[in-house]
Each structure stands twice: as structure tokens, then as C-alpha cells.
């Protein structure tokens, strides 16, 4: 009797095989690479925290998705999120860091939420944010869309909206509307417009205390499906009546102006005013992105400005703006719908098969091509022909190089385009050109197709 | 009074300012491009585990330094190597995996051992190995060396020795002793050899029931300080005598002629008769790497062949070889002795300080300079001239882009080494140049400067 235990893995938690991984990996890497090429820092922070800071502002839906635990002395929980971290962080070394500090991290964190399909226990974010000290000027806000749109670009994913919103516009018509004192309420149920539709909504409202009528202008101007520059001119039509409004459309405008600025193509952007970001964690821009075939998905990448980062841990009033990413579940709708481009799924360019017991010569051969930028596997095992073909065949490695008795003889390598199953004898630095310049292109294409 | 809490991390948990983290990331992605230039895999299993996958093996020390705890119904325990996952996938997977099986991961562990200065209790591995089904060509065994070789190299270290043992000569010379039973004991003793000295060595194999005679022999043979040719030579006429100890020689002169053939130098190359590697895991090669100007460091890289991965989990007989980095272990060295090179721990390679109200030609010139592949910051804030240059100075960003009125009509930038105090005015075109060229130099630089 064997007493073998069940390899298994933590339903919940992502475990690719070898060849999704190489494309979980590639997405990551582009996302680092366009978040490095704006200025931000990377930071990384433990996994395990003191619960006390982490559970400084949670309440009670918080505590239960916890991973939380003692050891010793210490109450320790696993990270929910990298914006905790990231308040503890900067007010930790709020006297050394060199404000405005722009820092982004890619990290997994934990919730052990109830999993279902498509929800994860342990999950990358990707999130950058932009941390000031006392102010943050309105064009970092600019600055947020520009990445967001960089991000998506480097996927090759272009058909996509940014919706732009900016909570005191909407602070501002509901004050206009005597709505002051149920902001907050009003606010989670416009959120839901896209989810429960206008009658609900409407519905909602009355229950709050908004008759009908009131709802119905609201609804109209929220609603509204137009340019930017008209949003803005409706709303700019409204100068004088609030402050709040007036500050908040100014902002709008400013971001819009810079953002085109940036660079980003005025079709990936949008005002849209029923945005809001639930909760009262944002207190100006707010963004969603959307991609256009796929409403269905949701928001990919999410997120806004606030007044005050770190209140919990220090006095130092942090104002901030940034987005997050939830990589694990982009990653995992892209792979199931297959959108991911599988050029990127072989770990090496080219597999050298040695022909002869002793592969000193196949070992120098890998050598040279990877000093020459070609990612180069050996086989180096004593297996039959058809067992060496297949695993080039079976990784969907693109070039095999034979190396027999005649090509070490005659110097040359006998090349194979396992796709198109043509054979070529060349010099080595021949065939390091053939296969560098495909691996260049097939770097080149991008992660996504859509 | 105020309810602030006190932003702390945990002790024993390494988190960096940003401009260190900046070193750290450039020596992990180092190492993952060498990883991925021989053809390995990445995987990326999760942070945690059901216990009673990872405890298969574990022992009374790996129970009391690990975090443990409860979730529901379910046992989980943090992961405290990277090796039992690998087990774990391997045999979970080894139906759809194809042999051999390449991987790396780099990746956190977790020891909640007692904290103190140098040692961590979340901290990186970085890992490779090869797996086998039912065998694995010794060539593979070559194959580790000119991964550590590349590792250390692309991070400018060359003064390095990688000392190489078989465990198969160790255990054929005790056989040949008569201390083949105690062949464990012996191999623990003589593991502590540089540690605590020839005489204490005798002592404790003269407790195991070594006679001095013969521990003197022994340890002359093994202490011997020679070319590898030489060692091997030596060991050479021992032959006949022990099937194991001519197998272990066999393999030991294949990985050191396999070794040099991928392209490791020969002074970086020893064999060193003393080294065991503790425990029981390894069966075959053992690799230490240390620094040579540096011993007391230790070894920085350490591994050896198994004969099998996964038998807990699986009948199916995995051999395989690897070995392991403590890159955060290391990254608190080099750093600590400031052997890292400060020319990487800039965040962006120019930083463009606008110098009107308007800040859209600004945020245009730094699109222009990104798209050129320059990482590019734009000073968004309005504060004093001596704020704005006073944060390129502190971040230690090489060049400053002023862009004033007179530059935005002329259509052209002022641009300052913020290292030499050189200001010139130059084209868009020019300035982007300048800045990739000095970029790509840093670029080329080495991580380490030892």
C-alpha cells in the first residue's frame, strides 16, 4: 500500500501550466516596463503585515475575507490589497521619501472570499499612484489615463474607453438639488445605473428622498451620451450655482486637456458622468476602462484621486491619485477566451539536437547563440530521434538545430522551421541571424488579440 | 489627542527605500533573463499551500519555524521553499508536463525563525532545476554551473569560484574505508570542515569510529588542493576498487568537461572534495559558488542531483539537478557593503520641469521622449524653481528639461546634466539622443561593484 499524498493546490489560487505562465509573465512584464517608462518607483512590501495597520480602517466585510493569524506574540494578516501597504509605506518614511512620490507595485494579495469562477483567493494587482505632499497639481490626474492608455497599448489592446468622472461635479448637483446631506447615498445608487437600469434607479432615489421629477433631470444630465467638449459645456452652463461644481468641472476640463496632451487618442476617452466609484475613498477624478466589444467584462482597470492617503498612521495630510489593475482576473479572462497571442508561449527560440554521444559540440553551439540573444535549449538526453523531434514539436519551439557527425565535420547546423517543416544547412552565425530576427518579430506582435 | 497608529513592518521582513529597490529589481530581472536565455520555464505557485503537502517531509525544526494556521476547514501552511511546490507541481501535472521539465521561479518564502541582522523571514529564492522522468542525462549536471556562471557575470561578478562535488566519490571512499554505514555521519562532519577546522574534524569522525590514521588519510584527499585534472587523476587510480566511487568520478569529469565546453572558464571552476551539502536530499553532483574575495560570505549558490523530486506525492521516478540563489540573503550584502552600482537607482532618465501655468507642451515632450524609450518624468506641481531642480537633484535623475516660454516659441529645450552642471539648448530630437545614448551607457553598466 502506498502512502502517497494527493498533490493539490488551494482551490482559489492560480496555478498556470508552463506555457499560459509565459504569457501571464509577458503581460506582466509590459505593464512593468510602461510603468517604468513614466518615472514610477517600484516598491515591494511584505505579504504579512501587523493586522493593526492593515485593519486600521476595515470594517466587517473586511475582517471576514481575511487571512489573519498569530504566531507567537504577533497578530499578523496577509495583505488585502496594495493600498494599505502603500499608506503605511509612505507614512513610514514620509521623512525621507522625495514628494511627489509616484510609486507603482505589482504584488498578489489575499482575500479568502467564498471562490467561485473567475474569482480568485490570491491575486495580482498592478496599481500605480501618485502621492503629493500637502497638494497634488490636477495634470497627475492627466497623467493616470496616459499610463492607463500606455498599458493597454503595450497588450495591443486599443479599443477601449476611459470614462472620466469627477466626484464634486456630482457633490455639486446633488447640493444644487438639496441632495447635500444624502451624497453619499445618492452616490452608490447612480453607481448602479449600468447594473439595475434607470426605473430601479429612479426607484432607488425616491426611497432616499428625490421625487421623481428631480431624479428624472438628474438621470437626463447624467446620462447624457455626448462628446466631452458638450458635457463640459452643459455642465459649464451651470457656472456660479456651486462651487463645488464649478471647481469639479474645471478639473474635468483640465484633465480631458491634458490627457490629449499625453497623448491619448481623444476616441479612448470619455465623460461619463454615472461613474462614482462606490465608497467615499475618492473625493475628485474617478476612472473606469472599458473595452468596447466586451462591456460585459467590466471595468479593467479602475481608480481616482483622494485627499488623504495615510490619516490612519500619520498626521501629514498625503493627497494621492492612482489606479489599479486586477491582473489576475484580466490575465484569466484574456486566457479563457483565448485572446492571448500563443507566439509567446515557447521558453526557448531555438533547440539544439545533438546527434552524437557526446554533445560537447551542441553544448558550444548553445552557447553561442545565446550569447547571440537567442534563448537556447539543449536535449540533452539519450533518447530516440522521434522523442527528441517531439519535444521541440510538444514546447512549440520554433527552430530544432541537428548537429550530427557530418554538420560538426563540415562546421555548419542543419536549421529546421518546425512550422514549416523546411530544412536549411548554415554557417552558425547564419543560422543565429534566422533565428533572432523571427524571434525579434514574434517579440515584436502583440500579447492580445481581441 | 490623536488615535494614530504607528506605521511599522514586521521585523525580519525586508522592505526597501525606493532607490534600493531600484538595485534589487535590476539584479532579479539580471538573473531572470539568464534564467529564461537557457530555456527555462517560469512557474508561480502559490504563496500558500494545504499543510499537509507542504509537511510531507518536514521535520521537527521546518514545523516550528513555519506559518501555520486555520481557514474554514483548511490546514495552510506559507510556503518555506520553493522546492516542495515544485514536488507538488510536478507530480500534480506530470501527465500534461513534457521531460525534461525546465523551470525556474522566483519567488518569496516564509521561516518564522528568531529575526536577526542579515536573516529574513520572508525572503526571495531564486531557483532553477531540470527534471527528468525516469532519468536525466549528466550533461544536465554541466548545464547548472553556466546557469551560475551567466547569473553572476551579467551582474558583474567574475571573481568567483563554483566548486563542484559528486556524492557519489564521497560515499565509494567511506565504503572503501569501511565506513559505509556511517556514511551520513561522516559526510555531516566532514561538510563542517572550513567551519570548524581539520583537528575538531578528527575528533568528531574519531566519535563515529574513524581511526586517526585513517581520518588523516581521508581528509589529505580530500583537502587536496589541486587542479581538477589533477583531483580527478588522483581519484582515477583509485580505480576498480568501488562501482560507485568510478561512477562519481565518471560523472564528476563529465560535468567539469561538459562545464568548460558551455562556456564557463576554467578558473571559475573547482573541485572541491569536502563539500557535502548537508542532509540527505542530494545523490550525485553538489555545487557550491562562493566569492573569492569574499569567503566569508560563504556560498551564494548552492544545489546538487537528486535521484528523486516528488515521492511523496508520486511512484513516478523524477531525478533531477538544480540549485538556488538566496537572492534576498545576497541583495543584503552586496548592499549592506555598498557593492551596488548607484547608477541604477535613478527612476527616470530625465525629468522635464515645466516653467509656464500651461503644462501641455510639457506632458507632449515627455510622450515624445518616452515613445523614444526614455524613461520620463514631468515635474507637474507649481512650487519655486528651486523645489522643482531641488527633486531631479534628490532622486538623482542625470537630466533636467527646462521648457519655459522662450523655449516653447523657439521649439526647443534646455537641457541640463544635472551631473556636470552643463546646460545646452538643443532640438527635441537632439535632447532625446543625448539622453537614450547616456541611458543605454548606464544601462550597459554592471549591478556590482565589488
Redo the contacts between chains.
Sequence with gaps: M?N???????SG??????QE??L??EVKRRLEEVY???????????????S??LL?KAGGETEKQI?R?Q??D?D?TMRFDLTVPL???V???AG???F????YQIG?V?R?ERAQKGRFR?FYQADIDII?DG???I??D??IP?VIC?ALSSLGITDFTIRLNNRKVLNGLFALMGMQEQATDVMRTIDKLEKIGREKVTEELGEIGMDAEKAGRLLDLLSLKAQPEEVLSRLGAMQGQSAVLDEGVSELGDVL??AV???VPRENLRIDLTIARGLDYYTGTVYETTLNRHPEIGSICSGGRYDNL?G????RKLPGVGMSIGLTRLFYILNERKYLNTAWSA??DA?ILPMTDD???A??V??AL?RAG?????Y???RKFKHKIG?AD??G?PYAVFLGEDEIAAGTLTVKDMRTGEQRTLSLEEAAALILSDAQARGAQQCVKL
Tied chains: 1, 2.
Design positions: 502506498s502517497l499524498i494527493t498533490p493539490r493546490t488551494l489560487f492560480m496555478e498556470l501550466p508552463p505562465q509565459l501571464f509573465d517604468r517608462s513614466f518615472g514610477f518607483y517600484s516598491i515591494d512590501t511584505p505579504v504579512l503585515e501587523y493593526e495597520i486600521a487571512y493569524f504566531k507567537g504577533t499578523m499608506a503605511k509605506y507614512a513610514k518614511n525621507t521619501l522625495t511627489p512620490f509616484k510609486r498578489k489575499y479568502g490570491e503629493g497638494s497634488l497639481g495634470a497627475n492627466a497623467e496616459a500606455a486637456r491634458y496632451a499625453f497623448g495615510a490612519y498612521y500619520t498626521d521558453p526557448a533547440l554533445v560537447s559540440r553544448v558550444e548553445g552557447a545565446r537567442i534563448r537556447t535549449q539543449i540533452l538526453e539519450n519535444y510538444k514546447l519551439i
